[in-house]
């Protein structure tokens, strides 16, 4: 597991935010909100370097990484989730990208989310680093 998990996006659009979250040997794809001017609840978070902390997901009731320290924002998670709707602030992971039930989305959510997690090796706290791509 490396010192730094990167979240690099590169599309945003009002069906979603969307980009690869990476760290040495691991790659997955991430939906997150439209931008929204980091509105609680609405919007994927800002651009830049946050702590990365494991703990708890409560409304799935699975350890998941939170990301600490967003400007106006708390309880930033890490969490299995396909579109839009199924994330509120938060980051989700998947296999690829697709279409969910008509909507912009990830696949096999639940797949990469384990993928990740067996990655990051039960590491109590790290860093994560989100950027845009610009080729």
């Not at 760290?23 to 997955?28: A, G, I, L, R, T």
């Not at 990830?106 to 989310?113: P, R």
Request: a neutral charge; one cysteine or more; aromatic letters at 12%.
């Amino acid at each position: 597991m490396s010192d730094k998990v990167l979240l690099e996006r590169f599309a945003y659009s009002p069906m979603g935010t969307f980009g690869r979250l990476m760290f040495p040997e691991f790659q997955c794809f991430t939906v997150e909100r439209p931008w929204m001017d980091n509105k609680i609840r609405e919007s994927c978070i800002p651009e830049g370097e946050y702590k990365l902390v494991l703990g708890r997901y409560h409304n799935g009731g699975y350890d998941a990484y939170e990301i600490m320290d967003v400007p106006g924002r708390t309880l930033i998670k890490i969490h299995v989730g396909n579109t839009i709707d199924d994330v509120i602030g938060c980051v989700a992971p998947g296999k690829s990208l697709g279409t969910v039930f008509g909507k912009w989305g990830v696949k096999s959510s639940k797949q990469a989310f384990q993928d990740f997690m067996k990655g990051m090796d039960g590491v109590t706290e790290s860093t994560i680093e989100i950027n845009f791509f610009r080729p």
